[in-house]
T-cell receptor, first 115, second 116 residues
């Protein structure tokens, strides 16, 4: 089945620790996105990538880093500089061609909590 | 700056009722608006997409309308079922150009509970 796989489903971070959230897609989509979801707030864009080896900051990139070495993979690292990392993290992908960009597909999310 | 608001934050109705969810946006110059569904602890699924030139879109028991002049969209759910229980989010896109305004602006969602 085609789709987006996020892992792990739950992740705990100790103070001062960097953690990496995995996102893999087999939809052959060019664009991939990372969103942060907090209770009572809309989704906020952390980073996005439209092509391999290129990515752009979203609205709340501070304290996060990403890489896009392969089309299928877009891992997100939550660094120790992110002082309030507890949130639900969603990865998404979409085609890039005009007329198909609206087809946004989401993974099932990773809940990150601080110990 | 575009802001998207969804009121109420939560709604509980008996099974079988028709209901309306609201989405408001502050800047009427939008490219399109989407409605998504999110089940607890899960990702989002796109339900309906309305282009700025359209007034409404329908899919099964769902009907979404768009009134750009008033900055409002509604999602109408007919004959609600317990399986409709989820959080419903709307999101606005302001341009088709791949620039900083291309990204979606999200509402916080309405949590819907359908009581059997």
């Amino acid at each position: 089945d085609g789709g987006i796989t996020q892992s792990p489903k739950y992740l705990f971070r100790k103070e001062g620790q960097n953690v990496t959230l995995s996102c893999e897609q087999n939809l052959n989509h060019d664009a991939m996105y990372w969103y942060r979801q907090d209770p009572g707030q809309g989704l906020r864009l952390i980073y996005y990538s439209q092509i391999v080896n290129d990515f752009q900051k979203g609205d709340i990139a501070e304290g996060y880093s990403v890489s896009r070495e392969k089309k299928e993979s877009f891992p997100l690292t939550v660094t120790s500089a992110q002082k309030n990392p507890t949130a639900f993290y969603l990865c998404a992908s979409s085609p890039i061609e005009t007329g198909f960009r609206e087809k946004l597909f989401f993974g099932s999310g990773t809940q990150l909590s601080v110990l | 700056k575009q802001e998207v608001t969804q009121i109420p934050a939560a709604l509980s109705v008996p099974e079988g009722e028709n209901l309306v969810l609201n989405c408001s946006f502050t800047d009427s110059a939008i490219y399109n608006l989407q409605w998504f569904r999110q089940d607890p602890g899960k990702g989002l699924t796109s339900l309906l997409l309305i282009q700025s030139s359209q007034r409404e879109q329908t899919s099964g028991r769902l009907n979404a309308s768009l009134d750009k002049s008033s900055g409002r969209s509604t999602l109408y759910i007919a004959a609600s079922q317990p399986g409709d229980s989820a959080t419903y989010l709307c999101a606005v896109r302001q341009t088709d150009r791949m620039d900083s305004n291309y990204q979606l602006i999200w509402g916080a969602g309405t949590k819907l509970i359908i009581k059997p």
